[in-house]
């Protein structure tokens, strides 16, 4: 039986990472893009819920996500670029 | 915490509300002061609209939605300069929130106090740290108690410093640059 060789594409983790961050609980919206190993995730949080402590449950979301699906290994940073007020 | 000034009746406004934000109800000389009794009971409603804040879930128009995602997916585009973020303590490394949004929702909160309104907010993050200073300017309704007001606008901003933004407050500077009449 010959190899398999599996490439995700950047494309393709940019979007399973984004999909990770929206799950997590204050996330509003979320975008993610590659840079090399780094991926960059730009989310928006509602008032109310502790930025500090969103953006570590995306990172920590992200990174697990990526390993588990994409089997890619990546630094993430996270941005909180809105807060979304009510 | 920067000082805070005393009630009327000579009592440490921090400490009711301190006793407020515990749960502890007033002592023998705060049940019959007026002073201490607003003073407790205003921290109660503070403390009650925060915790109702973070618990109510969003309901936002579709088109609202859209909006928020579109200036999302604009700022990861344009990314945001190093100058324009403050730095986020994180185990896995640090993370980033823009500056604008954290002044924004500054002056949200202080906007929903009566008869305070925001008129700017400057936030710095001077330190190795994520301490940050806050500078407000703010308008009052005429007529209403400055040093309170101002003390109550103060303790706001620590609280959501730390309980929104995840980032400590070490300094927080108001100046009252104008008032309206009711």
Redesign the interface.
């Known amino acids: 039986m010959g190899g398999v060789t599996l490439h995700v594409a950047d494309a393709a983790v940019a979007s399973v990472a984004a999909a990770a961050a929206r799950r997590v609980p204050g996330v509003v919206g979320a975008r993610a893009a590659l840079a090399a190993e780094l991926v960059r995730v730009t989310i928006s949080v509602r008032l109310g819920d502790n930025c500090r402590d969103v953006a570590e449950a995306v990172q920590r979301g992200v990174t697990h996500t990526l390993a588990e699906l994409a089997g890619r290994t990546a630094l993430v940073e996270v941005t909180v670029a809105e807060l979304v007020l009510r | 915490m920067g000082e805070i000034a005393p009630l009327a009746c000579g009592r440490d406004a921090a400490v009711v509300w301190d006793r407020a934000e515990a749960g502890l109800p007033l002592d023998a000389h705060g049940r019959d002061c007026p002073h201490c009794s607003a003073a407790y009971a205003e921290a109660r409603q503070l403390d009650v609209a ?1 915790h109702r ?4 879930p ?3 128009p579709a088109q609202a ?1 859209e909006a ?2 579109g ?3 604009e ?2 585009r344009s990314r ?1 300069r190093p100058e324009e ?1 403050l730095r ?11 500056r604008a ?2 002044a ?2 500054l002056r ?1 909160l202080v906007d929903a106090m009566d008869g305070m309104r925001a008129r700017s907010c400057r936030i710095a993050q001077p330190g190795p740290d994520t301490a940050i200073d806050v500078a407000l300017t703010v308008v009052a309704r005429l007529g209403l108690d400055l040093a309170y007001a101002t003390a109550q606008v103060r303790r706001t901003v620590f609280a959501a410093g730390e ?5 400590p407050v070490r300094r927080v500077d108001i100046e009252v640059v104008d008032l309206w009449e009711a």
């Open positions: 925060v804040m973070a618990e109510e969003v309901q936002m939605v928020v995602l200036r999302v997916l700022t990861a945001i973020a986020l303590d994180s185990p896995l490394g640090p993370n980033r929130l823009a949004a954290a924004t929702a949200a309980q929104a933004l995840g980032l």
